[in-house]
């Protein structure tokens, strides 16, 4: 069965995937979608992968101390063996990020962008999943931004529906810093992946279909008409070129005014 989708997430959400020109390449090349170590996220976000405290103290009050190399050691070291534990538990996932939204996010164009230069495929929910096949064990969901410092009664909902779904401990919680990143993750647990070997965490490519997946590829508005016309070009070799369009984001008054032509 294609990717299960957890929570309140609706097959017709667009989502949108930013991105360099290369990334697109490698996409449509390999007909494949990398997925990130959630360990490579480290040094952009550290709480990257790990659910809130909450979470956190009862995962180490349920866990069998033997489960992370404790040996009747102090309190102290014992908390450092947590920590080690905790980090590959909760590293031991990939994912795929996208941006969730009707419209396309100038934000992103400027996150994602090399030197203004960008592209980005709009899909649903539902043609991503489906586009993944039926071999991809994995998830689709909405991440959770929630307070780590100071646990409020929304956390603990949000917390608490995430249990519903049996997705207590999935990847989907991060703090309110990064709600502007309005994030969908595709995710599942790397194959033969071993706690006590960190050598075993690599990387996904996992396979896709490409025509099924892309509506559009839309091409930064920070780039000029050769930019849009190379990746037309490039798309156009593997199927898509009639789906690629530059953002309207810099366009001009002409859809403010052609709602009210005609009226006096």
């Not at 929910?125 to 009664?153: R, S």
């Amino acid at each position: 069965m294609p990717a299960t989708i957890v929570g309140d997430l609706s097959d017709e959400e667009t989502i949108w995937r930013y991105m360099t020109l290369d990334r697109l390449i490698n996409i449509l090349d390999d007909n494949a979608l990398f997925m990130t170590g959630l360990g490579a996220y480290s040094k952009s976000d550290p709480y990257e992968g790990y659910p809130p405290p909450v979470v956190l103290k009862q995962v180490k009050d349920h866990c069998p101390p033997s489960m992370y190399f404790s040996h009747d050691t102090s309190k102290s070291q014992d908390l450092n063996n947590f920590k080690l534990f905790a980090e590959r538990l909760f590293h031991s996932r990939v994912v795929s990020c996208w941006f969730q939204g009707d419209e396309e996010s100038e934000a992103m164009w400027k996150i994602y962008g090399d030197a203004g230069k960008a592209i980005a495929i709009r899909t649903t929910v539902g043609k991503l999943a489906n586009a993944l096949g039926n071999e991809f064990d994995g998830k689709i969901a909405k991440v959770l931004y929630v307070n780590y410092t100071k646990f409020t009664h929304e956390d603990y909902k949000a917390v608490m529906g995430a249990h519903a779904q049996n997705g207590l401990l999935d990847p989907i919680y991060k703090r309110h810093s990064y709600a502007h990143e309005k994030e969908v993750r595709a995710y599942l647990q790397i194959k033969d992946a071993k706690i006590n070997k960190p050598e075993t965490y690599k990387s996904y490519l996992a396979p896709i279909d490409c025509s099924s997946l892309i509506d559009e590829i839309v091409v930064s508005p920070f780039c000029g008409g050769s930019y849009v016309k190379a990746t037309k070009a490039i798309a156009t070799q593997f199927g898509v070129g009639d789906r690629v369009r530059q953002s309207t984001l810099l366009s001009d008054l002409m859809p403010l005014y052609s709602g009210i032509e005609g009226t006096t």
